[in-house]
């Protein structure tokens, strides 16, 4: 099966959803992004956010910990439905990345998935390149993430 037969394009599925706690923004700020307003909810307040917020980059990595499990179990369903799932590789990257508003504290992001498209490679036509719409919303509906992201697809 291919991801195209899979997945309609222009469908957004729900990944799965991710609660971003304050010890969590400060544990990834401290690892990957040390800026105030990811470390400290006292001199958050104080900013242009004003409150403590994640670092984008925590909110993308957020996506890919939904997704991850999502195609995990999507692989098993088809496998106990006697279907052969869509084998994918790498992705060779992302483009349009926006960060579109703070996640806060206590936020909880609802992550998805939209196939844009689905073609074959000239130069290798065993292998397709699906184009995605990665993006989050949070709890209130407002849209918080969102990037354009190619995977390959090995048929």
């Known amino acids: 099966m291919r991801m195209a037969?899979?997945?309609p394009v222009g469908k957004a599925v729900e990944i799965g959803s991710l609660t971003f706690t304050?010890?969590?923004?400060?544990?990834?700020a401290r690892d990957f992004d040390p800026q105030p307003f990811?470390?400290?909810?006292?001199l958050?307040?104080?900013?242009l956010f004003g409150g403590l917020c994640a670092s984008g980059w925590h909110s993308s990595a957020g996506w890919m910990k939904c997704f991850?499990?999502?195609?995990?179990?999507?692989?098993?369903?088809?496998?106990?439905?006697g279907i052969a799932p869509p084998k994918l590789g790498p992705s060779p990257g992302f483009t349009g990345l926006s960060w579109l508003k703070p996640v806060f504290a206590d936020d909880t992001i609802t992550y998805s998935v939209t196939l844009l498209g689905?073609?074959?490679?000239?130069s290798r036509p065993d292998r397709l390149i699906n184009t995605f719409l990665c993006a989050g919303r949070n709890?209130?509906?407002?849209?918080?993430?969102?990037?354009?992201?190619?995977?390959?697809e090995f048929v």
């Open 68 to 81: 991850v499990p999502f195609w995990a179990g999507e692989c098993r369903r088809l496998a106990a439905e």
């Open 44 to 47: 958050a307040r104080h900013t």
């Open 5 to 7: 037969e899979l997945y």
């Open 22 to 28: 304050a010890e969590d923004i400060v544990r990834f």
């Open 139 to 152: 709890q209130n509906g407002d849209p918080v993430i969102r990037f354009e992201s190619t995977v390959l």
């Open 118 to 122: 689905s073609r074959q490679l000239a």
């Open 38 to 42: 990811h470390l400290d909810a006292e």
